[in-house]
């Protein structure tokens, strides 16, 4: 299984909401990532996970708040989001051995619109 | 963070080689050379890496410069399924021990049949 799934696949909120995104991989990786995409911009990393624990924050609001519950698991916890965080979220994952090159594998993202 | 820069875009005729360059002249010597394709409504797709020798693969292949400063990504045969904007990415080690994969601008590759 050399997939990873996101959901949901579309999501619309509220700026009062909270929601969440899941990712999900049982590829054995032990590195996982999420990244932000405006529309025809390139992904921008937010966060990535080592083992389970944050070892990277790319200065993201509070507002976004990551877990990594287990080794094959990644939420995004969002709560009053603001209009301008509307984007594509995509999540990835990738083994964590050094020397390699170590490909990331994405899934197909979740499209979030912040009403 | 070492940083790409990539042409905007690109047009090839189908059947015809397309040669994508990218620019990494910060790149340190453990980085890692990474490309992507992102097909429209999809999230990317790895395509190749390498580190210093040139790589060959079923998709493609990488040719990287003596010096490290600039790569180029080669499809062989062009088909209307490769259009698509096309991501070189520097694999970073930074201090957290921790890869961090760093998306260029990325070229939007136009395949005219």
């Known amino acids: 299984d050399t997939e990873v799934t996101q959901t949901p696949k579309h999501l619309v909120m509220g700026m009062t909401n909270k929601k969440s995104l899941k990712c999900e991989q049982h590829?054995?990786?032990?590195?996982m990532y999420w990244y932000k995409q405006k529309a025809k911009k390139p992904p921008e990393l937010m966060f990535v996970y080592s083992y389970e624990k944050l070892s990277i924050n790319e200065s993201v609001p509070s507002r976004f708040s990551p877990e990594c519950p287990n080794s094959s698991l990644l939420n995004l916890h969002l709560h009053a989001l603001q209009p301008e965080d509307s984007a594509l979220y995509l999540c990835?994952?990738?083994?964590?051995?050094?020397?390699?090159?170590?490909?990331?594998?994405f899934g197909p993202g979740t499209r979030l619109t912040v009403l | 963070d070492a940083k790409t820069t990539q042409p905007n875009s690109m047009e090839s005729n189908e059947e015809e080689p397309v040669h994508l360059p990218c620019n990494h002249s910060t790149i340190s010597g453990t980085d890692y050379i990474h490309w992507y394709r992102q097909l429209p409504s999809q999230g990317p797709e790895y395509v190749i890496h390498g580190l210093t020798s040139n790589v060959n693969n079923r998709m493609a292949s990488l040719a990287i410069a003596e010096d490290r400063k600039s790569s180029t990504l080669i499809l062989h045969r062009a088909t209307l399924r490769d259009a698509a904007v096309y991501y070189c990415?520097?694999?970073?080690?930074?201090?957290?021990?921790?890869?961090?994969?760093?998306f260029g601008t990325g070229t939007r590759l136009k395949v005219l049949a």
């Open positions: 590829m054995g990786h032990r590195a």
């Open positions: 990415i520097l694999r970073d080690l930074p201090t957290s021990g921790t890869y961090k994969y760093i």
């Open positions: 990835a994952s990738s083994h964590l051995t050094s020397g390699r090159g170590n490909e990331q594998f």
